[in-house]
């Protein structure tokens, strides 16, 4: 079994920078593929990076790419979403998730992930 915990979300303005952090129990977590998710208000959740177990592969989604970069830290069990040039429409609720099913492949829909934070909120203001 596998609890995350993300924190670091709060009020930024445009074109402001935040970094999250997940910080995940258990030892298996190296093993495990994570993700980013967010979900706005009133829209469904939707994939914004995830990463391989040794971070050697990494993917994005578009409306964040160049922008946001995703990292781990398998000493520490904790996986980092890097924000930079934060725009209002990146105001949502952002989400860690973890795939005990996959090592490599980095999966970009809520069914790949089989573990979830409890979220944390970030409101960038324009």
């Known amino acids: 079994q596998v609890q995350l915990v993300e924190s670091g979300g709060r009020l930024v303005q445009a074109g402001g920078s935040l970094r999250l952090s997940c910080a995940a129990s258990?030892?298996?977590?190296?093993?495990?593929?994570m993700g980013w998710f967010r979900q706005a208000p009133g829209k469904e959740r939707e994939f914004v990076a995830g990463i391989s177990w040794s971070g050697s592969s990494t993917y994005y989604a578009d409306s964040v790419k160049g922008r946001f970069t995703i990292s781990r830290d398998n000493a520490k069990s904790t996986v980092y979403l890097q924000m930079n040039s934060l725009k209002p429409e990146d105001t949502a609720v952002y989400y860690c998730?973890?795939?005990?099913?996959?090592?490599?492949?980095?999966?970009?829909?809520?069914?790949?992930?089989?573990?979830w934070g409890q979220g944390t909120q970030v409101t960038v203001s324009s």
């Open positions: 258990g030892r298996t977590f190296r093993s495990y593929v």
């Open positions: 998730a973890g795939n005990s099913r996959s090592m490599v492949r980095v999966g970009l829909t809520r069914s790949d992930y089989d573990y």
